[in-house]
Structure formats: structure tokens, C-alpha cells
């Protein structure tokens, strides 16, 4: 994905919160939008655009040219009408790729009838986390599943990458790894160049095939 796509995200709860804040800190352009002016208010200094508004309204979506983000994440929780709602809107109005966030497989199969692109289950996928961090030998802190073969993750730098350059590590073609956002305790470095040096205790934030980041040094 091109740091120039845009997101973005309806319903700021837990889940909403968290996937807005990681793109953004990842280098993205993101929008959220919540019916709650305190929500909003909480979340404005961590996202691009905060907009306090009522998604179910169509006109007020088209007047902020909702079809002009590459993708939408759906991620209104409890009221389920409303969630269907906004994702068969945000199909209709042109979004290319529109992403929900289903609380059981009955709506997830609601979802995917109404043309959704994809459909997310955070609580199960929790569960497939927290197998996935009991049965790696890498010190894997978070990973977000993109597709079936590819994900975001984010650990510590493993020794061997300590006091190097990017460029010199060379772990796209090493590992066919990419690094996209690099965390030390002063900063987030998005988009790193090769000349970012990883330090010890930096978190590497990196996308690449779950094939290729089991080979990855410990």
C-alpha cells in the first residue's frame, strides 16, 4: 500500500481507535468520524480530520466527499442495523474497498451479501493473535492479518539489526520484509529511509508474508 491512499474510519470505539491511530502513525491520511463529540474530541490530535457527524446521513457523507478515500473501515459496534447501514452507503457512493467490522458470523454473512469488501471479526481475530504470539519464536507485539498471506507487525528489533542501517540490513531482498514505521522512545519514524539506524529497544513496525517472517532472526 502507498503512503498516498487515504482511510477512513466510522465508529470510534476500542477497535475503531486502534486501527485509526496505527495508520496514522504508520504515515497515512486518516479521517474518523463519530457521533460522539467526546470521542471525537479525544481522538482529534491523533488522526488527520476528526468529524463529529451521523454517519446514517447520507447527504452529509457525500458533502464531505466520503468517495474520494481509497478505504473505509466500519467500525460501529453494537448497533448492528446501523453498521450494515453505513457499510451498504458507503458502497453505494463509491467507496473502492469498504471493510466491517462484524460482531458475529450471522452479520458477517449479512455483510458480505450487501457487497462489503471484507469483513473483519475482532474478537475471534484476537484469539488467532494471541495463538499466533504463544507459538512464535519471534517476540511478535502485535500483528494486523491483511490478507491470508500477508501481514502488519510490529516487535522488538532482534539483535542482529542492532546499530544498523536499514539500507545495510537490506531486508526486503534478505527477507522480502519492508519496514514501515520504526518506534523508539522518543519517536515514531514513518516511512524510514535506508539510512535509519535501528537502535536496541526500537520497535520495528513491517509488513511482509507470513511465510517470510518466521525466517526472520530472533
Known sequence: MGKDKQF????????????????????????VIDHSEKEIQDIADEVTHAVQLDARDEDTLKKLGIRNFDIAIVA???DIQSNILVSVMLKELGVPTVIS?????????????????????????MGIKLAHSLTSTNDFLDFIEISPEYSIFELFAPKEFINKTLGRLNLRARYGIS?????????????????????QGDILIMIGSNKDIRSLPK
Open 101 to 125: 467490522k462484524a460482531k458475529d458470523a450471522l452479520h458477517g454473512r449479512v455483510l458480505e451479501k450487501v457487497g462489503v469488501d471484507r469483513v473483519i471479526y475482532p474478537e475471534r481475530d
Open 76 to 78: 460501529i459496534g453494537d
Open 179 to 199: 519496514v514501515i514505521a520504526i518506534k523508539s522512545q522518543e519517536e515514531i519514524i514513518a516511512g524510514p529511509g535506508a539510512d535509519s539506524v535501528i537502535r
Open 8 to 31: 477512513v474510519v466510522i465508529g470510534i470505539g476500542r477497535f475503531g481507535r486502534s486501527v485509526a491511530t496505527t495508520l496514522y502513525n504508520s504515515g497515512y491520511e486518516v479521517m
